[in-house]
């Protein structure tokens, strides 16, 4: 049984929602609930919903627990990844928005390091790559491409990153691959081109295709839920 915040969030289908809640309190059960209800409301099918989490663990856990509402067979064409795993679907789509060619890799934590060693000077120490790598990252986090990088650089740490950011893009454009700060990173920045409603960025999450809503009967907003705790940095921001 979900208690009245609970229900209240559950029922909510007004436009994007924010839970915060504490560890255990009951966070993916509003989440799981949630996606039974939008899907036994008639207003969504099953493959226009998605469901987006952290870690594989949590992903396995949130798809069991939905099959378990919507009984046999009622979860299928359900869409629970993580982030990086959504990001690469959407990119497998999306490739040639970003300049990628089908089957482009992925480039592991290992094989970014190992590649941003062998673009940056001999014999800088293992701890200053690291912090390159790290400044490389956020630059990509906040959609900053490399000459933007540069432009917003103000220590000569900073600057040194930016220009290495510059040869590392470079070689991952020859290679046909990205690392995974750009499965989120990328999408973003296509979602965020073509911004506009909610809607029809929702509508660019390229779910599986099947049984559709007839457009009179679909709501105006996307229903976009997010539940999370306090000290969880959530990646990304709303837009509208
Ligand atoms: N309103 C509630 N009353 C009783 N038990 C609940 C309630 N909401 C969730 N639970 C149970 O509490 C446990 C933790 O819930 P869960 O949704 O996994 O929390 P969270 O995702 O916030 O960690 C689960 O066993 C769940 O079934
Ligand atoms: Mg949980």
Known sequence: ????????????LDGPLLVLAGAGSGKTSVIT???????????????????????????REMRE?????????????????????????FLEAEHAQVGLRRGFSILGEDDSRALIKDLAPKGVSNDVLDRW?????????QGLDPPAALAASQTP?????AELYASYAQRLTAF?????????????????????????VAAQVPLSAGRRIPGHQRRAVPVIAAVGRRSRHVHGRWRR
């Open 33 to 59: 609930q949630k996606i039974a209800h939008l899907v036994k409301s008639g207003l969504y099918a099953i493959n226009e919903i998605a469901a987006i989490t952290f870690t594989n663990k949590a992903a």
């Open 133 to 141: 790598r790290q400044i490389i990252g956020r630059a990509k986090n």
């Open 176 to 200: 046909n691959a990205v690392d995974f700060d750009d499965l989120i990173a990328l999408p973003v920045r296509v979602l965020g081109n073509r911004c506009g409603h909610p809607r029809q």
């Open 157 to 161: 740490r900073e600057r040194e990153a």
């Open 1 to 12: 049984m979900l208690n009245p915040q609970q229900l209240e969030a559950v029922r909510y």
């Open 65 to 89: 627990r939905a099959a378990k509402l919507l009984g046999e067979g009622g979860s299928e064409g359900l869409t629970v990844s993580t982030f990086h795993a959504m990001g690469m679907r």
